[in-house]
C-alpha cells in the first residue's frame, strides 16, 4: 500500500533553484527525521531524503547565524556601546 502523499518524505519537492523559507525548511527537516525515524524507508530512499537533510540543515543554520549577525548590527545601531549576542532568555522576558 502507498504512503499518503503528505506522509512521504518527498511530498514537499521544490525546484533544485527555489530554496523554500527558513520555516518551510524546518518544517520539512522534521518530516525527514520522522521519516527516518520510522524506519519504513529503503537504504536508496533513507540516503536520499538524508542528504536532503543535511541540505537544509545547512540553510537553516545559515539562515539563524545570518539573523543572528542582523540582530547585533540593530543593537549596535541602537546607540548600544558593546555589541553582544543575542540571547533567547533575552527574548523571552
Known sequence: M???AAERPDAQARPASEEPRFEEALA???QIVHALEA???SLDESLRVFEEGTGLL???TT???EA???I???MQHEGGST???FTWEEGQT
Open 2 to 4: 502507498a504512503e499518503p
Open 28 to 30: 520539512r527537516l522534521e
Open 39 to 41: 524506519g519504513n524507508l
Open 58 to 60: 545547512r540553510l537553516c
Open 63 to 65: 539562515r539563524l547565524e
Open 68 to 70: 543572528e549577525r542582523r
Open 72 to 74: 547585533e548590527i540593530l
Open 83 to 85: 555589541v553582544r549576542p
